[in-house]
């Protein structure tokens, strides 16, 4: 193939399920413009940058079992649908679950303010 002829896909972003969890299969599907190994190398990166976590792998027969994968923050309702789904959950997942500390202190009593305007000298 001539090189002037080459189509450059260099610049094609991914699409991301909105699903809780995803394989790279549903990846595939949602992205069928890319090569297979192009969407492997993007979602490494996008764990790498923090965007994707790995959250488990589904049970299989013969062969290595697919891997799942999940937006971050992870909530802690997605890890309890991939229990009920059977997806054998990664070591200490509970690091994976983002928790927010919430805490109810009242704020100090603040005065109001009142602004006065400054008069402005008349001109002529």
């Known amino acids: 193939m001539k090189q002037n002829t080459r ?3 260099t610049n094609q972003s991914v699409v991301w399920p909105t699903t809780p969890y ?7 599907r949602l992205n069928p413009k890319f090569v297979n190994i192009t969407l492997r190398v993007r979602l490494t990166n996008a ?3 923090g965007m994707i976590a790995e959250i488990g792998c589904l049970p ?4 290595r079992p697919p891997k799942v994968f999940s937006l ?3 909530s802690k309702l997605t890890f309890e649908k991939a229990k009920q789904d059977n ?3 990664v070591d200490n997942y509970e690091k994976l679950i983002n928790v927010i500390s919430v805490t109810t202190t009242v704020p100090a009593a603040v005065t109001p303010s009142v602004n006065t305007p400054t008069p402005v000298p008349a001109t002529k």
């Open 22 to 28: 995803f394989t790279i299969e549903e990846l595939h």
């Open 72 to 74: 971050t923050p992870v």
């Open 7 to 9: 189509k450059n896909k």
């Open 87 to 89: 997806i054998n959950l």
């Open 60 to 63: 299989g027969g013969k062969g």
């Open 47 to 49: 764990i790498e940058d």
